[in-house]
């Protein structure tokens, strides 16, 4: 853990001496690298935060308990990464435990490319166009482009 404290700290000088606002968000991946240890992962976070990081960020959190336990013992926002299946919360589940910032990883562009492989399966397999009927209208599609 030392190497990553003294990477962020090196990294927080960097981002203060930048002739613009830089946001340094730290992570913590314990989660996503089958540390399943919440005690290492929020140590982790606070040594970050003591080391200059703006936002802590602990991916892979296994339920809101640990999600509140995070925010609880941090003072500096918590963001969360929706997109793991059983893993991803409401936003007001997400702001009661204390999450003050929500990213949204691949989830919008893998639930896009779900549309798209489910209309391209229904037309290979079934030789039918029902996706037409819950498509987005071609002048809303237009509108957000503009």
Do not use: W
């Amino acid at each position: 853990m030392k190497l990553a404290v003294e990477r962020i700290a090196a990294a927080s000088r960097a981002a203060r001496a930048l002739p613009f606002p830089f946001v340094l968000t730290a992570r913590a991946e314990n989660f996503l690298r089958s540390r399943l240890d919440l005690s290492d992962t929020i140590a982790r976070l606070q040594a970050y935060e003591a080391a200059g990081a703006d936002v802590l960020f602990a991916p892979g959190l296994p339920d809101l308990n640990a999600v509140r336990e995070v925010c609880s013992a941090v003072s500096k926002p918590v963001n969360f990464m929706v997109g793991i299946k059983g893993k991803s919360f409401t936003v007001t589940a997400l702001e009661s435990v204390g999450v003050r910032r929500i990213s949204l990883a691949t989830s919008l562009y893998r639930a896009a490319m779900t549309g798209l492989f489910d209309a391209a399966s229904e037309v290979k397999e079934r030789g039918s166009f029902g996706y037409l009927e819950h498509s987005l209208p071609q002048q809303t599609l237009a509108a957000c482009l503009e």
